[in-house]
């Protein structure tokens, strides 16, 4: 079946340090990958999505590329802010049922 | 724009109660989705709409929980009668009718039952 894996957290920055957070997917067909962001008390956010291969998202610093030879999709951002600390979700969509699957999700702690 | 409206944001009650949770979709969205989300268990998904129509529930942890949408702009999620074990953040979510399409969440509901 369908599965997301993201890298455990949590992950600790300095501020304006490199963020690359993990994800690999297993998928039947061609599902669009979607990264989602948390912050504390609220829902889960839209960061950015790619609907095929070779397709990057992008969306407040934020860049995933849609990578179908390593099944990957994974988020990096050049210069991270306090403001970034979150939870961040990376997800596939099951073209069949509409239904989205996600990681465990991945802690970001971004220090002054 | 509205996004998706959950309420209450927070509920706390005894066991044993029952709990309604709420939910207004996006207005032209066609699918709602329910999820709970536990720090052991992480987001999980309960139950989804399609039209209207609930289309998959086997993530319904069992027959204490029952979910209806009766028209498309309004949805319920409900606990009888409830136990500790269901403290969680309840979510809804809804999109277009397209695996393409994002789902876009509601701000949640903070479940406690004492």
């Known amino acids: 079946g369908n599965s997301v894996t993201q890298m455990e957290g949590p992950v600790t920055l300095s501020e304006e340090a490199f963020l690359t957070i993990n994800c690999t997917y297993t998928?039947?067909?061609?599902?669009?990958l979607f990264w989602y962001v948390q912050y504390p008390g609220e829902g889960l956010q839209l960061l950015l999505k790619?609907?095929?291969?070779?397709d990057k998202g992008s969306n407040k610093g934020f860049e995933a590329t849609y990578r179908k030879e390593t099944t990957s999709f994974h988020l990096e951002k050049g210069s991270v802010q306090v403001s970034d600390s979150a939870v961040y979700f990376c997800?596939?969509?099951?073209?069949?049922?509409?239904?989205?699957?996600f990681g465990s999700g991945t802690r970001l702690l971004v220090r002054p | 724009d509205a996004g998706v409206i959950q309420s209450p944001r927070h509920e706390v009650t005894e066991m044993g109660q029952e709990v309604t949770l709420r939910c207004k979709p996006i207005s032209g969205h066609n699918s709602l989705f329910w999820y709970r989300q536990t720090m052991m268990r992480g987001l999980e998904l309960l139950i989804y709409?399609?039209?209207?129509?609930?289309?998959?529930d086997s993530g319904m942890p069992e027959d204490r929980f029952s979910a209806k949408m009766p028209n498309a702009s309004f949805s319920t999620l409900k606990i009888q009668p409830s136990e500790p074990r269901d403290s969680a953040v309840y979510f809804c979510a809804s999109s277009f009718d397209s695996g393409d399409q994002p789902q876009h969440f509601g701000d949640g509901t903070r479940l406690s039952i004492l």
């Open positions: 790619a609907t095929k291969a070779d």
């Open positions: 998928a039947t067909g061609y599902p669009s």
């Open positions: 997800a596939l969509s099951d073209r069949s049922s509409y239904k989205l699957i």
């Open positions: 709409f399609n039209n209207n129509v609930p289309i998959d």
